[in-house]
């Protein structure tokens, strides 16, 4: 330092110090220059007032604002609310209080009405200059040593918990913006996957249809499992009903031939009878008996027995192959449509077969989708493996592109979501903090939602889901732990659309935060029935030391 310079410091100092001697009792440095004047005062708000210097501080009050005494209670009484004086003067003092110095504490103001009143203010006034007067014997010892050690105790606490509390929150923004990288990736993932995804869905349709198309122009056999096509079927049917048939007529044709020797036999017997019999003998029966027989002998005969229509019987009772029916030059013809179509390719080369048997399958494929043929394969409850496993891997495949659809719009919703100042609260997102109050216990869940748990037990009471954040302006006394939200605009969460209420609405939350180094629930109230509301520090609405931001964090902290 020059020698000039410390002689302009020493100057300066010196006249402070003269003009902290020359102040009024009660009057800030910020005020001391209306106080200058060793010979005449003029009121602030009013400076065409003047009084003499004298009259400054002697207990009675001259100034419409108070100014003239800044250090008795003599202008206590004025205030906003007092009448307006003739000249339309506003009637607000012009200085905030009485000055304390507080020496090794920190200065401060005591309203007018505590100056010399008989009590010792030491929570604004620590050194007790402000009962001057030692009204009533009341004699205010100075305390600032002892109360300002104490003080900047607990302000290096709160100022160690506030670096902490920001640091938290530095590495909560951190994290957030890792987390949001990790989303911002994830979405460019999921949009080269769902391209890719997209191409083989694609690939897999036209492959299923190519199957389905390819399986319908194939020959559907017959859907009794059996070999061959319907004229199989058909000799298959035609032999057994033959055969069945031949059998009947061999067992029939035995039957009747049994039937005609017994009845043969009969008449043989009657014939004897009726010319051995005595007609002299009066025996009514066997005349009867006679009669009868006469009688039936004489009737009809039915068809004569001719042995050509036997011989027939026995040709047509033979074998079909010896009937000139050979079944087995019919079984196992394929006689669908398309192979007869096919029958000739045979005599083909492979090249010109493959090309025919494409067109042939194309122009059977034509004519089913004009409904000129029958469409068989669909017709079939069973469709072909190969359709079957072209379909199973169609859908799977829609399947993962939906899901990763869905997944790319979610994590697109969330990167567009309010996660509050410098993306903080994405940090938080699904961390759950509770504390008990009354008969329940309360849980938060940031980003998420609010739950009211019975302690005795039964079932958790949803008190509202996140749906957006706010900003709102508190104005609360903070309390000494500092667990509180003290005063200004702070940030809001609101939980919505809970359990409903009965006789009552939705259950819903606002959930007010304030900086603290740790996250906790401070308080819980039930401001109206089934509306709550919970104060809450975290580190993440914390002022950023250094960083100029204020975002709805607590500066009294
Ligand atoms: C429960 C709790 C209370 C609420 C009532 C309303 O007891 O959710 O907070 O006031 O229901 O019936």
Redesign the pocket.
Known sequence: MTKALGALLCLKLASLAYAAESRPRGVSPEFAKYYKDPNTFSCISKPTVQIPFGRVNDDYCDCEDGSDEPGTSACAHLSSYSPQTPDNVNATLALPGFYCKNKGHIPSYVPFTSVNDGVCDYEVCCDGSEEWEGVGGVKCEDKCKDIGKEWKKHDEARHKSLTNASKKRKDMVAQAAKSRKEVEDRIQTLGTQIEGAEIKLKGLETELADVERQEKGKVVKSGSGKKGGKMSVLVDLAKDRMEELRENLIRVREERDSSRNRVQELEDILTTFKEDYNPNFNDEGVKRAVRAWEEYAAGDKGPVVEPARDRDLDEVTKSDKDNGLDWEEYEGEDESDTDVLYAFENYLPPTIRTWLDTRLRDLRVTLIESGILADTSSASATESKAVTDARNRFTTAEKDLTSQRKDLKSHTEDLDKDFGPDDVFRALKGTCISTDAGEYTYELCFMEKTT?KAKKGGAH?NMGNFVRIERIVVDEDLPANGKGLGSGERIAMKHEGGQH??N?PN?SSTIVLACAEENEIWKIM?EE??VYRLEVGTPAVCEVLGGGKKEGGRDEL
């Open positions: 009211q009471t209420c009965w009552g259950r039930e029935k089934c």
